[in-house]
T-cell receptor, first 114, second 114 residues
Framework: KNQVEQSPQSLIILEGKNCTLQCNYTVSPFSNLRWYKQDTGRGPVSLTIMTFSENTKSNGRYTATLDADTKQSSLHITASQLSDSASYICVVSGLTGGGNKLTFGTGTQLKVEL | DVKVTQSSRYLVKRTGEKVFLECVQDMDHENMFWYRQDPGLGLRLIYFSYDVKMKEKGDIPEGYSVSREKKERFSLILESASTNQTSMYLC?????????????FGPGTRLTVT
């Protein structure tokens, strides 16, 4: 069964600090992995997409890594800001006979405090 | 910018009522999706559509139906609302069904069934 597990479930950090969110998946065959940010009361917005051949990709203060061998990804946030407070969702796309199928993680709830 | 709009942000309905949730996208996307999002469960796919008048069941279609009469509009219908359908409903659209296509989400409709 395809699964995506994220850790931690929730995290509180002080403004300016760094943090790393984890995503482990069992989706196979693998196509790509996206990290989404979901602000409270809003829909998810894509931060980055990782394909099989990519190890690292950055989007401003967000850096995603992918280890396709161990089926793990991480999202590192540098110099956190209050606006980073949100839920971060890992989404893995797997190839099926009828196209691609998405498997969603349950998210990591990040709160950045003063 | 892609814009996905949903007809209501908050909705309160009584058990047994017929409920319509509307979603409109303005980027001529072929694919549209309906998800529900519950704490601890992540996003789960209810139905999706790859073309006008075309629909496919997702992972949890029971108790729901959909309609796509125009390319830009995708409606989710709860024929007889029940309390276990209280949830956040998210609509999404994407340009293609290929694995790399980003899904753009609407702001969500928080439905409460009493």
């Amino acid at each position: 069964k395809n699964q995506v597990e994220q850790s931690p479930q929730s995290l509180i950090i002080l403004e300016g600090k760094n943090c790393t969110l984890q995503c482990n998946y069992t989706v196979s065959p693998f196509s790509n992995l996206r990290w989404y940010k979901q602000d409270t009361g809003r829909g998810p917005v894509s931060l980055t997409i990782m394909t099989f051949s990519e190890n690292t990709k950055s989007n401003g203060r967000y850096t995603a890594t992918l280890d396709a061998d161990t089926k793990q990804s991480s999202l590192h946030i540098t110099a956190s800001q209050l606006s980073d407070s949100a839920s971060y969702i890992c989404v893995v796309s797997g190839l099926t006979g009828g196209g691609n199928k998405l498997t969603f993680g349950t998210g990591t709830q990040l709160k950045v405090e003063l | 910018d892609v814009k996905v709009t949903q007809s209501s942000r908050y909705l309160v309905k009584r058990t047994g009522e017929k409920v319509f949730l509307e979603c409109v996208q303005d980027m001529d996307h072929e694919n549209m999706f309906w998800y529900r999002q519950d704490p601890g469960l992540g996003l789960r796919l209810i139905y999706f559509s790859y073309d006008v008048k075309m629909k496919e069941k997702g992972d949890i279609p029971e108790g729901y139906s959909v309609s796509r009469e125009k390319k830009e509009r995708f409606s989710l219908i709860l024929e007889s609302a029940s309390t276990n359908q209280t949830s956040m409903y998210l609509c999404a659209s994407s340009l293609r069904s290929s694995a790399g296509s980003e899904q753009y989400f609407g702001p969500g409709t928080r439905l409460t069934v009493t």
